[in-house]
């Protein structure tokens, strides 16, 4: 019977975490001066273990990658990355002051380093939980581009995923979470623009 128990048990926290899922919503892809310029939002990101951490003064950071892929003709062969971008955003609540302080590194990974910008940082602090909550999971205008090559062709895609901590099975088996989206990406000359249009 405790076999049972246990299966039932196991069985109802795997729905819970399956419902309780972050999903990227607000996906939009489009040019600006040669260069792709993407937005997204990331909800059901705070896990109770999450708002936990953040709440007794630990720093807490998502990690959002973005990347321009070329959708091969062939279904078996993996999409070339063409370019990459992550971005980190990161939360520290300070006990005393009750206020958070922000930080967000947007950082371009290009083939060549040598060629690669420098990290952006931008900061912030505030004593809006909202704020905090903004600014960890809605990304805009977020340029992504490979300084040694410009980005042209057909079927090309932006694809994003933003890994937003753990969650815990039965306070005992750690659980990545994550979320993941794509979406279209018209060809475009550098200098010129095209919309993108989002896609499932």
């Given amino acids: 019977m405790w076999v049972i128990a246990v299966a039932l048990v196991l069985d109802a926290s795997a729905a819970t975490l399956a ?3 972050p999903l990227i919503e607000d996906l939009s892809a489009g040019w ?3 260069h792709p310029v993407v937005s997204f939002r990331v909800v059901g990101a705070f896990s109770e ?3 936990e951490r953040i709440d007794s003064g630990i720093a807490v950071t998502f990690r959002h990658r973005i990347e321009v892929v070329s959708k091969r003709a ?4 993996p999409d070339k990355v063409r370019a990459k971008v992550v971005v980190q955003t990161t ?3 300070d006990v005393l002051t009750k206020r958070y302080a922000l930080t967000r590194r947007i950082e371009v990974r290009g083939d060549k380093k040598r060629l690669n910008p420098e990290p952006a940082e931008q900061s912030r602090v505030t004593f809006s939980s909202d704020e905090m909550r903004a600014w960890m999971t809605e990304l805009s205008g977020i340029e992504v581009f490979d300084p040694a090559r410009p980005l042209d062709g057909n079927r090309l895609r932006v ?3 933003s890994a937003v901590g753990r969650r815990y099975l039965l306070l005992i088996f750690p659980t990545n979470l994550s979320a993941t989206a794509e979406s279209s990406l018209e060809s475009a000359t550098v200098g010129g623009s095209a919309a ?3 896609a499932p």
């Fill in 91 to 93: 939360a520290e609540y």
């Fill in 19 to 21: 419902a309780a899922k």
């Fill in 196 to 198: 993108g249009s989002s």
């Fill in 49 to 51: 273990e999450t708002l």
């Fill in 32 to 34: 600006s001066e040669g």
């Fill in 74 to 77: 062939l279904p078996l062969i």
């Fill in 159 to 161: 694809r994003v995923e």
